[in-house]
């Protein structure tokens, strides 16, 4: 059975979720839905990468992803078909994709050509555009028959960590906080392992606060399970499942979590002081 994943910045409360599976099911009742998120913040690219390029990696080959963010239709803008790791990408050429994969090269760029005659009317891009040429590569469909191969699509620049070496120090910032308040920085353990090697000590700042050692878990913050909930609420530094640096209070939630008790945002600073 083929699947298509639906991402938006739509919400749950208006109608464009329902309309966009009810057209899917209405081409191909056979295929398999799934929702990674529709809660994005409108139109936020850099927040919408972080979630697909760590969800997409554990669906099957072959897979076909709607991302439905920034994507109203305008007539002197692309709609595209990424093809990378395997799977099929639909979305609007803002830039996304490069986001997503600016590590990874596609195997194949395709300009959609559905609905670009002079006399089509598009109302709602996802339903109109992303949902046949979908609907066509699950059911076996080639790219060609609804695309025009194109080398290259828009591409943005993903922010990233950086190393002063006069000042010893690795500067990242924060791209991203999650639904417990956590918050993920764009630096990589990679990165930081590499610069690490030539110092002997280093201290984490943000704000006015500082850390002095990175747990590889969130549960590695507890050095005694019998005592588990006294370190509810414990400040930590972790690399996540994506191997980035993140801000946690142990146990925290969205009101309660590094969020709220740091007091950081997106696109804030965060230093690594190499001594």
Same mark, same amino acid.
């Given at each position: 059975m083929s699947i298509i994943t639906l991402t938006s910045d739509f919400g749950n409360l208006d109608y464009r979720v329902a309309a966009v599976k009810g057209k899917i099911l209405s081409l191909n009742p056979e295929v398999n839905i799934i929702d990674i998120t529709h809660e994005i913040q409108a139109f936020n690219l850099i927040?919408? *990468?972080? =979630?697909?390029?760590n969800a997409y990696k554990y669906f099957p080959k072959g897979s076909i992803h709607i991302l439905s963010v920034d994507s109203f239709y305008h007539k002197s803008r692309k709609n595209i078909i990424y093809k990378a790791d395997g799977s099929y990408f639909l979305a609007a050429d803002n830039g996304l994709l490069s986001l997503i994969f600016f590590d990874i090269?596609? /195997?194949a760029i395709y300009e959609l050509t559905l609905n670009?005659?002079?006399d089509d009317v598009i109302n709602f891009t996802s339903t109109d555009i992303f949902v046949p040429a979908a609907v066509h590569l699950a059911n076996g469909g080639l790219p060609e028959v609804i695309g025009r191969k194109i080398n290259t699509a828009k591409q943005l620049m993903f922010p990233r960590a950086v190393y002063n070496e006069s000042e010893g120090m690795i500067i990242g910032e924060v791209t991203y906080i999650d639904n417990f308040g956590n918050i993920i *920085?764009? =630096?990589n353990k990679d990165f930081f392992e590499n610069i690490s090697k030539g110092y002997n000590s280093f201290t984490i700042k943000f704000r006015n606060l500082s850390?002095?050692?990175i747990f590889s878990s969130h549960t590695e913050v507890v050095s005694d399970w019998k005592r588990e909930? /006294?370190?509810?609420g414990q400040s930590a530094a972790i690399f996540n499942d994506s191997q980035l640096l993140e801000l946690t209070i142990y146990k925290g939630s969205k009101k309660n979590g590094a969020k709220s008790l740091f007091g950081l945002n997106v696109g804030e600073n965060i230093y690594i002081e190499f001594s």
């Open positions: 927040q919408t *990468s972080y =979630i697909v390029r090269k596609p /195997e670009n005659r002079f *920085s764009n =630096i850390l002095s050692r909930t /006294e370190f509810h």
